[in-house]
Each structure stands twice: as structure tokens, then as C-alpha cells.
């Protein structure tokens, strides 16, 4: 995530013990003897909307206070310690940021798995990864988490989770805001959901190369996401293999081994948005279809941490072999570089048959 380009803790070591570990990955009373590891991860600090939940719901208002004062004045350096609307400050710096960071999440199809407050940072970076996972087909309703029956964090759901942690957020800090601020900060919630929705048409923009802002341009954005997820085409490969080909190949349909792309094609509605891109691109004045490719490039991924992939290290790590797990940390450190051996191990291409059948849980 961090060589993605999005705001994430990261992990410091991984140690693998021979102390066996009982897991129930799904729940079924299937037991399974593992080996046992430890991530070491680093964060600039760990505090989530339920370090003040937790205080707020149990009356410890003096101790909120404290926390919320350390926090800002370690992390929050433009606020003013002595500002009266200090909390009302930090809580409107927490939704612009939580909006913008999980319309991050969207722009390379991150599902985190477990939304809870418990989950999200003050800070505003991704923490507590778990059953998360990368969308292969493009699915709105995509859950990469087993337990999560009822699709509560899907993919397509985050936004309106991160708005129910926010409303969390804000009746914990309740009791330090006056009834005004209380107001104000309502009225700074009902913000959020324009700050998302702006922040993640801007991400798909430039996921399409697409410069200045035209009437047209969310219809382009949703028609060509409809037709992904009718076609199932597959969402990292899609926009990559869109900034790999000319628009006189897109015009010609000749985009020969790009296999996400042939799927895209499919669609009985694809000539019609290929033709409306294609017109919108020819209106980019001062600017060469290779500027073009080379943007779209730097924004979309060819590489993301595909469940399949590292399921494929785990087993081979089962045997003591940590090749490919050095392997994809190597890759993964430069997404948006095309690898010689990424491509080998067929990390850009069609994922296999058997990556359909991989589930993850809170106990994978």
C-alpha cells in the first residue's frame, strides 16, 4: 500500500516461529496446525475512533481530553493548541481525510475486510490489515472477508462505513464541544459524502489519463465501470492495459496479449464508450498520447498483492522456501514499473482458475 501511493502503516519484520499455532480459518471447526509468525508494524501512532469511544462511553471525560490534546499536539501541528475550536478543527481534518483516503482505497480496489472503529486511524492511514484482499473482477459488492456474510464492508461500501465511523467519532467527542460546535460539526459531516464522491472522481480522471474537468466526464467514469462489471473484467489489468495501448490501437481494436482488455471488448456497449474516450482525449489540447500513457501509467498499478499470489508464497514458506515471498516484496516495491520477473511468475496475467476458490477470514 505504501508504494501505492497510499497513506498506510508498514510492516518493520516478519519472524516465523516453529511454535505450532491452532487456527479455525473459517469457523467450521476444520482445525489446522500452523506455524506461528509475528509482523512487526510501525505507525505514526496507533490511536483509532475507538481509543475515543471507549473513553467518552465511560464517562472518562477528563482522560478524552487529555488524549484528544496529546494527539493533536503530536500530529495535528497546524492546529493551534490554544484555538477554543480545536476539537471541532480536528474532527473536520479526520472526515476530509478519512473521505479522501478510502476514495484511495477505491482507486486501486483495496477492500479492507473489517471497517470498524476499531479499524480506522485517527490518523487517517490504513491500520489492522486482516481479511483484506484486491479486486480482481470488478465487483462493487466484492468481500474479501469470509465472516462478512451480509457484505457490510464490501468494497463498494466503505464510503458509507466511513461515514457511520464518523458519526462514532463525533458523538465521542461530544462532551468537549459545545452545542454550537456540536452544529457545526453536523454540518461538516454532511460533507463528507461530496468530499468522497470529488475525491474519487478525481482518482478515476486520472486513472484515465483525462485533463481538465468536462460535463460528460462521471458518465464516461460510470459507463466504462458498468461495463467491467458486466464483462467481470478484471479492475487492476483493465485500466493498466488502457494505458498501454495507443489511442490508434484503442481505435483500431488492435490490442493484441492485453487479455483484460479483450474482455472489456466484449461488451455490446464497448464501441460506444470507446468512442466517446477517444473524443474526449482529441479535445486535450497540448497534449500527446504518449504524455497521455505515460500519466495513466504512474497512477495505475500493473502489480497489486493479489490473494492468489500470496497464497502461493504462504505455501511455498510452509516448506521453508522464502523465495517468492522476497520475490513480491521486491515487485510490490515498484507497482507501476513493469518487472521481467514479475511478468514470468505471471503476476500481470490472467489470474488462475483456483484463485476463485481462495477465501481469507480474521483467522487466515
Known amino acids: 500500500m505504501h508504494f501505492l501511493g497510499i497513506p498506510t502503516s508498514r510492516a518493520a519484520s516478519l519472524i516465523v516461529s516453529d511454535e505450532p499455532v491452532i487456527r479455525d480459518k473459517f469457523y467450521n471447526g476444520n482445525v489446522k496446525t500452523e506455524r506461528g509468525a509475528v509482523v512487526l508494524r510501525l505507525a505514526k501512532s496507533w490511536f483509532r475512533i475507538g481509543s475515543l469511544e471507549i473513553l467518552s462511553q465511560s ?7 487529555k488524549l484528544l490534546n496529546f494527539v493533536i499536539d503530536e500530529h495535528f501541528s497546524s492546529i493551534n493548541s490554544d484555538d477554543p475550536d480545536k476539537y471541532l478543527v480536528f474532527y473536520s481534518t479526520v472526515v ?19 471497517c470498524n472503529t476499531d479499524n480506522f486511524s485517527l490518523l487517517s492511514i490504513t491500520i489492522d490489515y486482516g481479511p483484506f ?62 468530499i468522497n464522491q470529488m475525491r474519487i472522481h478525481q482518482h478515476f480522471k486520472a486513472k484515465l489519463g483525462l485533463l481538465g474537468e468536462e460535463e460528460e466526464d462521471g458518465y464516461l467514469i460510470a459507463f466504462l465501470l458498468k461495463m467491467m462489471e458486466d464483462t467481470q473484467s478484471d479492475f487492476t489489468m483493465t485500466f493498466r492495459q488502457l494505458s498501454e495501448v495507443s489511442a490508434q490501437q484503442l481505435h ?13 471488448s466484449s461488451h455490446k456497449l464497448f464501441s460506444d464508450w470507446l468512442g466517446m474516450f477517444l473524443l474526449r482525449l482529441s479535445r486535450q489540447l497540448n497534449d500527446s498520447d504518449l504524455q ?71 483467522s487466515s
Open 96 to 114: 476530509n481525510e478519512t473521505a479522501n483516503l478510502i476514495a484511495q482505497w477505491m482507486s486501486v480496489g483495496f477492500a479492507h475486510g473489517v
Open 59 to 65: 464517562g472518562e471525560i477528563d482522560l478524552l481530553r
Open 252 to 264: 483500431n481494436r488492435k490490442f493484441p496479449q492485453m487479455w483484460a482488455l479483450e474482455d472489456l
Open 133 to 194: 484482499g484486491f479486486m480482481e473482477a470488478y465487483d462493487p459488492g466484492f468481500v474479501p472477508n469470509t465472516s462478512d456474510d451480509e457484505g457490510r464492508y464490501s468494497v463498494g461500501a466503505q464510503a458509507n462505513v466511513g461515514l457511520f465511523n464518523l458519526e462514532k467519532l463525533l458523538n465521542a467527542l461530544s462532551p468537549v464541544l459545545s452545542k454550537h460546535q456540536q452544529n457545526q460539526a453536523q454540518r461538516i459531516l454532511k460533507g463528507y459524502a461530496n
Open 292 to 362: 497521455r500513457q505515460n500519466r495513466m501509467k504512474n497512477v495505475n498499478p500493473r502489480y497489486v498483492l493479489r490473494n492468489w499470489m500470496a497464497e502461493s508464497a504462504i505455501s511455498k514458506v510452509e516448506m521453508n522456501d522464502f523465495s517468492e515471498v522476497e520475490l513480491l516484496h521486491h515487485i510490490l516495491s515498484h507497482p507501476y514499473v513493469t518487472q521481467e520477473t514479475a511478468e514470468e511468475a505471471g503476476y500481470a496475467a490472467r489470474p488462475p482458475l483456483w484463485a476463485k476458490r481462495l477465501k481469507v477470514s480474521c
